[in-house]
T-cell receptor, first 112, second 116 residues
Framework: ETGVTQSPTHLIKTRGQQVTLRCSSQSGHNTVSWYQQALGQGPQFIFQYYREEENGRGNFPPRFSGLQFPNYSSELNVNALELDDSALYLC???????????FGSGTRLTVV | AQTVTQSQPEMSVQEAETVTLSCTYDTSESDYYLFWYKQPPSRQMILVIRQEAYKQQNATENRFSVNFQKAAKSFSLKISDSQLGDAAMYFCAYRSAETSGSRLTFGEGTQLTVNP
C-alpha cells in the first residue's frame, strides 16, 4: 500500500510568480484535500476535490486553484505569489464517507 | 463555523511519565469526529487517535487515550509511559459528520518535549 507523495519537497519562488505543487494520493483513495500550514500554526483547509470537482473550499482567494486527475492525483496552483504564501502545503487523501486521512510530508514553499 | 483551541503552546514530560494535552472546541453540531495528530520534524501528520462524538466510551490506542467530554466540548489526550519518540507537535482536529466534504479544522498545536 503506497502512501501520499508530494513534490517537490522544497521550493523557492519570487513574489508575483506562479507555482504548481503535486500530490499522488494513496492507492484506493478518491478524495484529496490541501492544507496550508504557516510556521508555528495549525494547518488551514484550502480546498477538497472529489471526482475531479472541487467540493469544498476554505477561506482562500481564487488565485489558489486546483485539479484532480482521473488517477486521483492532484495539483495545487497558486498565482501571483505573495510573501504570506510562504508555508508548508500538505496534501491529504481519503475515501469519501470514511473518516481516515493519509497525509503527505508536504511541500515547503518560500516566497522571496 | 467550528473552532478548535489548544491552550498549551508547549508541554514537557519526563520519559516514562504521563502527560495530558488539552483541547476544546466549539460547534453547534451533534455528530462529528475528533482527532489527535502528531507532526514530527519529518512534517507528515500521523494519526494518533480518533473519537466519534456519538460514542460515550473514550478511545484508547495503546499508551494513548482521550478524555472526551461532549457537554463541555473538551477532548484531551493522555500519553502514558512517555517515550523519546513521542516528542513532536500535537494537533487536535475536528471534522463534521453532518455536512458534505471532509475538511479538518485544526487547533494551533502543542509542542511536546520528552526529557530523558
Amino acid at each position: 500500500e503506497t502512501g501520499v507523495t508530494q513534490s517537490p519537497t522544497h521550493l523557492i519562488k519570487t513574489r508575483g510568480q506562479q507555482v504548481t505543487l503535486r500530490c499522488s494520493s494513496q492507492s484506493g483513495h478518491n478524495t484529496v484535500s490541501w492544507y496550508q500550514q504557516a510556521l508555528g500554526q495549525g494547518p488551514q483547509f484550502i480546498f477538497q476535490y472529489y471526482r475531479e470537482e472541487e467540493n469544498g473550499r476554505g477561506n482562500f482567494p481564487p488565485r489558489f486553484s486546483g485539479l484532480q486527475f482521473p488517477n486521483y492525483s492532484s495539483e495545487l496552483n497558486v498565482n501571483a505569489l505573495e510573501l504570506d504564501d510562504s508555508a508548508l502545503y500538505l496534501c491529504a487523501s481519503s475515501i469519501t464517507g470514511v473518516y481516515g486521512y493519509t497525509f503527505g510530508s508536504g511541500t515547503r514553499l518560500t516566497v522571496v | 463555523a467550528q473552532t478548535v483551541t489548544q491552550s498549551q503552546p508547549e508541554m514537557s514530560v519526563q520519559e516514562a511519565e504521563t502527560v495530558t494535552l488539552s483541547c476544546t472546541y466549539d460547534t453547534s453540531e451533534s455528530d462529528y469526529y475528533l482527532f489527535w495528530y502528531k507532526q514530527p520534524p519529518s512534517r507528515q501528520m500521523i494519526l494518533v487517535i480518533r473519537q466519534e462524538a456519538y460514542k460515550q466510551q473514550n478511545a484508547t490506542e495503546n499508551r494513548f487515550s482521550v478524555n472526551f467530554q461532549k457537554a463541555a466540548k473538551s477532548f484531551s489526550l493522555k500519553i502514558s509511559d512517555s517515550q523519546l519518540g513521542d516528542a513532536a507537535m500535537y494537533f487536535c482536529a475536528y471534522r463534521s459528520a453532518e455536512t458534505s466534504g471532509s475538511r479538518l479544522t485544526f487547533g494551533e498545536g502543542t509542542q511536546l518535549t520528552v526529557n530523558p
